[in-house]
């Protein structure tokens, strides 16, 4: 089982839609939780950080379920520019290292 | 914010060449530099850990013979990909942290390509 879980997509919604991506990982002792953005051919940038308390920045709010293993990224009212990869990240304090998913691709559309 | 510079950023060469890949901190002495491999369509892959004036801690499989790195300051670490091969053609990116790796900053990746 991949310690950082994601669904690849893509998933193709219009602009103004709202998107919901789930990222699921396995380390229970995992400490801190990111998503960052990829664009094609490009390093990947923070989008934000992960809280259990769930955390808004503009459009985007993310989750975080510590007793499912499961964390969360919904954007609203989606526009051309968010088309890229959305990584779930994953810190382990034991290893001192971030662990990638795979990314789930957006394409948003006219 | 803090800067990553990583060059060259793309690479074309012959198979059993060796290749360079340079990565700097800009604005800050990072602690800890992270070397990363990226295959289409699949997710970063931690290659190695690299603390200034020590040797780095490979992560299994990649072979440290093959993946040369050398972190000869706060602000540089260089990954040597020695005697390319067509499989090692790859996106590596490196990233430089402050403190624990909590918070990497990425440089821009290097696109190596092996004839």
């Known amino acids: 089982r991949k310690e950082v879980e994601q669904d690849p997509g893509p998933f193709n919604v219009p602009e103004g839609a709202t998107v919901a991506f789930n990222c699921t990982y396995s380390?229970?002792?995992?400490?801190?939780f990111f998503w960052y953005r990829q664009d094609c051919r490009k390093e990947p940038k923070l989008l934000m950080s992960v809280y259990s308390s769930g955390n808004e920045d503009g459009r985007f709010t993310a989750q975080l379920n510590r007793a499912s293993q499961y964390i969360s990224l919904l954007i609203r009212d989606s526009k051309l520019s968010d088309s890229a990869t959305y990584l779930c990240?994953?810190?382990?304090?034991?290893?001192?290292?971030?662990?990638f998913g795979t990314g789930t691709q957006l394409k948003v559309e006219l | 914010g803090a800067v990553v510079s990583q060059h060259p950023s793309r690479v074309i060469c012959k198979s059993g060449t060796s290749v360079k890949i340079e990565c700097r901190s800009l604005d800050f002495q990072a602690t800890t530099m992270f070397w990363y491999r990226q295959f289409p369509k699949q997710s970063l892959m931690l290659m190695a850990t690299?603390?200034?004036?020590?040797?780095?801690?490979?992560e299994q499989g990649v072979e440290k013979d093959k993946f040369l790195i050398n972190h000869a300051s706060l602000t540089l670490s260089t990954l040597t990909v020695t005697s390319a091969h067509p499989e090692d053609s790859s996106f590596y990116i490196c990233?430089?942290?402050?403190?624990?790796?909590?918070?990497?900053?990425f440089g821009a990746g290097t696109r190596l390509s092996v004839l």
């Open positions: 380390n229970s002792a995992s400490q801190s």
């Open positions: 990233s430089a942290a402050l403190g624990t790796g909590q918070i990497q900053y």
């Open positions: 990240v994953v810190y382990t304090g034991g290893g001192n290292k971030l662990t």
């Open positions: 690299s603390n200034e004036g020590s040797k780095a801690t490979y």
